[in-house]
């Protein structure tokens, strides 16, 4: 590559070190002007000023300049100039100060302001700044994306901040709610036993984008997706975020975890035409949005204002950019896209039935290792489980959460569809000849109730959210077990503890990708708030008194999952499609008597068996979801006899034995099964 001249090059975008100093790249196809601020610091207001000339500084729709003796740490942002005419989408204010979409690292002073770039006036002294950043020289210690099989995959959804931040925690003070703050707790996440976090949104987000008196806790209000949030560094330097994040990955990656990102590239926080001018509105309006034919309007897909123009060739080419950056230079092994149908949609809006950009995602070479997990569905009623595109695409399945907590709460005419979604929702991908963990199973996620309040609370209770209990999902499927939020009732604890462990023996025996929920292993609650978003503080943080207090709880999911990753039949899931599990697992389904199903309206209970084709052993579990014990008549073993394995009905320690093979032999055929329990078998020899 030729010497860089002071005019800069286009490409690549963003800042680049190179040359002893910076190269700068920005894309604005109608601005007329193009200011780079250079600042001292993140409060700094006096930044030094560069002005791009068209003539020099400008190659197509790509403004740049090369900077000599700039490096790492520098911080900047842009003025930009050209025509403010909303009706056109146009909404150029050369007053608020641009975050660079390109940006990998930002700072955000203590004096940055939401509301100031909202408001008409200068920003400069409140304003997010990008941040040049060094790529080269850092020791990831020959460690890399682990690629772990998606057989072995449990995926355990956690906030950096909230898996930390609690002061019982034992993490110093300094490092609470931090990247430093997991890598300390990463003992913890091996004796778990997941093998994959999945990262609530870590792109530097707004934190004011919420309702007055609360904060932005979740991160869904992005406003720069190449940067880690700055505000979860222990290391408060205009680089710390970059390299304690780094730090973080490589720590999990030792041992053994993988790191998934969960990604918002359907809006930003930029909101609607009410909202600030933080970096994409004041570039290009209706390059990075889309906007209905006056476009003064934003289509809002997302249900936070606006809607990413995921369509348009440059926001295509920069999603992409995203992924590999963090692939590339984070080793990030995969993604959770948020709201991905938002990204089937054209620039109008329009379903698209090949979307451009997801199957770039799928085809991609760099991203092929890469898990690419979709929730398939979007804020205006787009519902897309079991038909998303692509080859490679995971999908979350809204409906396993939805059947199995319905049926596990003893609603009636779920039976045939929580079958189905036993076996890895066959009714959605048998067909489709795709991997059998298509389908992320889970019972919970960040948004809604934790899994015990699930079984705490019928109605939700967000109050604290200050918007009148109004927000929030009213139809979560949940059931109180008689009394409303916390009791002293020991019949009333005993079964929500039951109902917990049911929930996880479900889970973790269904053919598909688990997940589970920070703190549902031990019981954590948010006391019936099922939109905890802007709830930063003990009701959203991991408890960590709870760990001991919560031991059965704890305990059970271990061995669970314990068991799960040893299940010869989970095995056989690694390289066939859900077909061909199926067709060689020769699963049956019992009822109260072998081979007879009750696959009627009002049936409360389910057996199956399931054998594993390469080693004959026989799984036997049976689920009664009816308040009464039932007499479950076994099935023949055909050798062997069966053992015991889970009865969530039973006390600490007998719920799950520790070790297989000391599993307690079932000499009788009749298995009496609890109101409200799961029981597991397997044969084999004593």
């Not at 975020?241 to 053994?256: I, P, T």
């Not at 089937?344 to 451009?356: A, I, M």
């Not at 039951?498 to 948010?526: C, H, W, Y």
């Not at 905890?532 to 999952?561: G, H, I, P």
């Amino acid at each position: 590559m030729s010497p860089i001249h002071d005019y800069g090059r286009s490409f690549p975008l963003g800042p680049t070190i190179i040359d002893g100093g910076v190269n700068f790249s920005l894309y604005s196809k109608n601005a007329t002007a193009v200011e780079l601020l250079l600042f001292k610091s993140a409060e700094d207001a006096t930044p030094k000023v560069m002005t791009l000339k068209p003539s020099v500084n400008r190659t197509g729709d790509y403004w740049h300049i090369f900077v000599k003796g700039l490096g790492e740490g520098q911080l900047y942002g842009y003025r930009v100039y050209g025509p403010y005419d909303p009706a056109r989408g146009l909404r150029f204010d050369p007053q608020k100060v641009l975050l660079d979409p390109y940006a990998q690292a930002v700072a955000m002073g203590d004096n940055y302001s939401r509301k100031a770039a909202m408001v008409p006036g200068d920003n400069v002294g409140q304003c997010m700044k990008g941040v040049v950043v060094e790529h080269r020289g850092y020791d990831w210690e020959d460690t890399g994306p682990l690629n772990r099989p998606l057989a072995e995959t449990v995926i355990y959804e956690m906030h950096v901040k909230g898996f930390t931040a609690n002061p019982n925690s034992g993490v110093s003070a300094d490092k609470r709610g931090t990247y430093a703050g997991v890598i300390e707790k990463i003992p913890y996440l091996k004796s778990l036993g997941v093998t994959a976090v999945e990262l609530l949104p870590v792109q530097q987000f707004d934190p004011e984008d919420c309702p007055e008196g609360v904060s932005n806790y979740w991160g869904y209000a992005p406003i720069n997706f190449f940067s880690p949030h700055s505000q979860y560094s222990s290391d408060k330097s205009p680089t710390g975020a970059f390299r304690e994040f780094r730090d973080m990955v490589k720590e999990l990656h030792k041992a053994g975890i993988e790191v998934y990102l969960d990604v918002v590239f359907n809006h930003t926080a930029e909101g609607d035409s009410n909202g600030p001018t933080l970096s994409y509105k004041g570039l290009g309006s209706t390059t990075y949005y889309i906007h209905g034919d006056d476009k003064r309007d934003f289509h809002n897909y997302s249900g936070c204002g606006n809607t990413i123009n995921a369509h348009n060739s440059v926001v295509r080419r920069m999603i992409r950019d995203c992924l590999k950056f963090w692939v590339q230079t984070m080793h990030i092994d995969g993604f959770r896209f948020d709201l991905a149908s938002v990204m089937s949609r054209g620039q109008k809006g329009e379903v698209l039935k090949d979307p451009p950009v997801l199957w770039s995602i799928d085809t991609d070479p760099v991203l092929s290792g890469t898990k690419i997990i979709a929730e398939a569905w979007d804020a205006a009623g787009l519902y897309q489980v079991g038909s998303f595109i692509g080859g490679r695409w995971q999908e979350w399945n809204g409906k396993y959460r939805d059947h199995v907590r319905s049926f596990l709460r003893g609603e009636k005419g779920y039976v045939s569809r929580f079958a189905d979604r036993l076996i890895g929702s066959p009714d959605l991908y048998y067909d489709q000849h795709r991997s059998p963990h298509r389908s992320i199973n889970f019972v919970t996620a960040h948004d809604g109730f934790t899994l015990n309040d699930m079984v705490s609370y019928n109605e939700k209770h967000n109050e604290a959210n200050n918007e009148g209990n109004r927000d929030g999902d009213n139809h979560n499927r949940s059931w109180n077990c008689g009394v409303e939020g916390p009791t002293d009732d020991p019949e009333v604890l005993a079964l929500r503890e039951r109902q917990r462990k049911n929930f996880m023996t479900v889970l973790l025996a269904s053919l598909g990708t688990p997940m589970l929920t920070m703190g549902d292993e031990i019981g954590r609650t948010q006391h019936g708030n099922n939109n905890a978003y802007c709830q930063d503080n003990e009701l959203s943080w991991f408890d960590w008194d709870l760990v001991e207090k919560n031991a059965s709880l704890l305990r059970f999911t271990q061995k669970m999952l314990r068991w799960r990753q040893q299940d010869p039949a989970m095995d056989q899931q690694r390289h066939y499609t859900l077909a061909d599990v199926l067709d060689s697992t020769k699963i049956q389904w019992h009822g109260v008597h072998p081979q007879s199903p009750d696959w009627s309206e009002n049936s409360n209970s389910l057996a199956m068996t399931i054998r594993d084709p390469n080693t004959g052993e026989l799984v036997y579990m049976a689920i009664n979801a009816w308040h009464q014990e039932l007499e479950f008549e076994l099935p023949d073993p055909e050798y062997g006899r069966w053992h015991r394995i889970v009865d969530t009905s039973q006390p600490s320690p007998y719920d799950i034995i520790e070790d297989p093979e000391c599993a307690e032999a079932v000499t009788y055929r009749i298995y009496r099964v609890k109101g409200r329990s799961v029981v597991m078998l397997a044969a084999y020899e004593d």
